[in-house]
């Protein structure tokens, strides 16, 4: 609709505004430099899908921009030149410019590494399978409709095949990645009774989540492969825990055994040093970003078709490429026209020689392909060899986000451009990415997680893997961090009390309460709280979890609302600073604690959040704790 709007407004436009010479001007090059802008964000959304992927840092938000600019831009400009060409008049029959339309199909395609940029984009693969029936139908009609008795007809042919079968694949990704296919999956039963080894270790991990039953056959010759190295065994165990911990982002729950845990739990600390398990999750993670976002699933889960595809389409443009070569000397267009064409035909195969150059690579192809023993396979595995060093050495998760809500309140207020952006964007999604920074993730913050989740893990061990104690374990929201140390929160003051509020307020009073014990801290004992390695563990978390909270609740449970956001937002402004007044962290510290509890005559995160704040810093005056004890407790 916005691309026939556009036609319709440009015509409008250059009719009544613009002299003759424009006009001939924009009518000779309009579709020329459309069709190679279409071709330029191609290769622009290869480099930002990658780039939006592996980039952490500062400047995170401006890669997402861009990225959903050029995705956007990508689809529409491709559309745009369709509807271009619809309109068109018949000076076109003589030209090459109709033997472009099927290279706009191969981008309506997309490239490998970006299918959709948002979730939302696979629960809409339906709109998108429907839109694809519409711009074949329209590529096909202007063929028909421009064509002339030329073997740039014959020749355009098995472009048109191959651009169906690159938007088909689009598609195809779109709907394995919908929540609804990806739960049906889940739950359904192996097809094959003889699969490979790795098909069949990934059924036996399908029927053991929707039945229970695990028998490890499979999975223990998948891993325990003889002709493998240790780094294919690492990316297999990856694979393997993958497969299995999959359900839980679509809050699927699945049934944990005692045979579960010893075949699938590979995350041990006396096997498993901290700096490996962080590299397994970052594996499992990229893993994870693939089924969501690209196409490397479906062309590694359906390799045989996904190869034939590839065939198809490489050869399709390799057998165009060579025949317009060929027929070259005999074409009487533009020299322009030709330079274009030429430039579409090689611009597609730099594209499809890249893809299957890292779909070659991939890490999806190692740990199935990478078998040393094997005679097909030996020589694969000797190419990707120091590739594969490279991935069980790397360190895996270098950097985390942190987002300081207080601080964000206060820097948020003093903006002059806060009310400009609340109407372009009213959730202040762009705001709370623009103060977000980045940190390290240094070894002992690896450490101190990694021995904390081996701390829960053998609490689940020692009650016999029951799922009442595994409910237990996943219920605690910081009330058993006080029962720890030996405080009964229903003797104590009510201040202490957690469990009476849900899990997205607990996060927040948490978080406040451990800001301002943190400032508070910082501003009376400045030395001993820098350079206290317990306080800045507990900082950096609080403030990861706000970030996934406040920027990025998709990558937790269903249920988070941004009520919560809202209200204590709004409650931070009534004691925040007037507008534009700039003022430390230390004092608006100060200002929030100052207050009395006679002051607070209504509930919310950031008044439970203060109140719990004083009781924490009581702990060292009442209780005679010193302020490592406490930080102890906190994190």
């Known amino acids: 609709a916005i691309s026939l709007l556009y036609v319709e407004i440009k015509d409008s436009v250059l009719k009544r505004v613009f002299s003759e010479i424009v006009k001939k001007f924009w009518s000779k090059w309009e579709l020329r430099s459309m069709v190679m802008l279409s071709l330029i964000l191609q290769f622009l959304l290869v480099y930002f899908g990658r780039k939006r992927k592996k980039y952490t840092g500062n400047w995170v938000p401006l890669i997402a921009v861009i990225a959903w600019l050029i995705y956007l831009s990508a689809d529409w400009m491709a559309t745009l030149v369709l509807s271009t060409l619809l309109r068109g008049s018949s000076e076109l029959k003589e030209g090459l410019i109709v033997f472009w339309t099927p290279f ?14 948002s979730l939302e984009d696979n629960e809409l693969w339906l709109r998108h399978f429907l839109g694809m029936f519409f711009q074949i139908g329209e590529a096909i009609y202007i063929y028909v409709r421009f064509r002339s008795n030329t073997t740039l007809n014959a020749m355009a042919i098995p472009l048109f095949i191959g651009g169906v079968l690159k938007y088909l694949e689009r598609i195809w990704a779109l709907r394995c990645a919908n929540p609804k296919q990806l739960m049906k999956n889940f739950y359904s039963a192996p097809k094959t009774e003889n699969p490979s080894t790795s098909d069949g270790a990934r059924s036996e991990m399908r029927e053991m989540i929707r039945t229970g039953l695990f028998d490890p056959s499979e999975k223990r010759r998948f891993i325990g492969d003889p002709m493998i190295t240790s780094e294919v065994r690492f990316l297999r165990e990856v694979d393997s825990a993958y497969e299995v911990f999959k359900p839980l982002f679509t809050d699927l729950p699945f049934q944990i055994s005692k045979a579960f845990h010893d075949e699938m739990v590979y995350l041990n600390p006396s096997t498993r ?70 430039t579409l035909l090689l611009g597609a195969v730099w594209l499809e020689c890249y893809s299957s150059y890292m779909h070659f690579r991939s890490k999806w192809t ?87 989740l081996n701390e829960k893990r053998t609490k689940f061990e020692k009650g016999r893997f029951k799922l009442e104690c595994l409910e237990k374990i996943l219920a605690e929201r910081g009330d058993n961090v006080l ?10 003051d009510e201040y202490w009390k957690l469990k009476t509020t849900d899990f997205p307020r607990q996060i927040f009073v948490w978080h406040i309460a451990t800001s301002l014990v943190y400032y508070n801290d ?13 306080c800045e563990i507990s900082k950096s978390l609080s ?73 924490l810093q009581s702990l060292v005056r009442e209780e005679r704790w010193d302020h490592e004890e406490k930080w102890k407790m906190i994190s």
């Open 273 to 342: 040093t901290a700096a490996e398990a962080f590299n397994f999750v970052k594996i499992e993670l990229e893993f994870l970003y693939d089924l969501l976002y690209t196409k490397n699933p479906i062309q590694h889960r359906h390799h045989i078709v996904s190869l034939a595809l590839r065939c198809i389409c490489f050869f399709s443009l390799l057998s165009v490429l060579i025949a317009f070569s060929v027929l070259y000397l005999k074409i009487e267009d533009s020299t322009v026209d030709v330079v274009v064409t030429y």
């Open 104 to 117: 706009l199909l191969w981008h309506l395609g997309s490239p490998y590494n970006i299918t959709a940029y």
């Open 366 to 452: 190692i740990l199935r392909y990478a078998v040393r023993g094997h005679k097909r396979l030996k020589l694969y595995h000797r190419l990707v060899q120091n590739r594969l060093h490279l991935i069980k050495s790397q360190e895996g998760i270098q950097k985390m986000a942190q987002h300081d809500f207080l601080e964000y309140c206060v820097k948020v207020k003093a903006s002059q451009f806060a009310q400009i952006l609340k109407f372009i964007d009213p959730g202040d999604l762009l705001q709370k990415f623009w103060y977000t920074k980045w940190k390290e993730v240094d070894i002992e913050l690896k450490k101190f997680i990694y021995n904390h």
């Open 543 to 615: 403030d990861y979890m706000m970030y996934l909270v406040l920027v990025r609740p998709t990558m937790l449970p269903k249920g988070f609302s941004d009520i919560v956001n809202k209200e204590t937002y709004q409650q931070t402004q009534r004691i925040s600073p007037k507008k534009k007044m700039k003022v430390s962290m230390e004092e608006f510290n100060e200002a929030l604690l100052s207050f009395g509890f006679n002051n607070f005559s209504e509930n919310g995160a950031l008044w439970d959040g203060i109140k719990f704040a004083k009781q």
């Open 522 to 534: 910082l501003s009376k004992h400045r030395r001993s709280t820098l350079f206290n390695p317990v």
């Open 483 to 492: 029962q720890e140390k030996g405080f009964d929160p229903d003797e104590k």
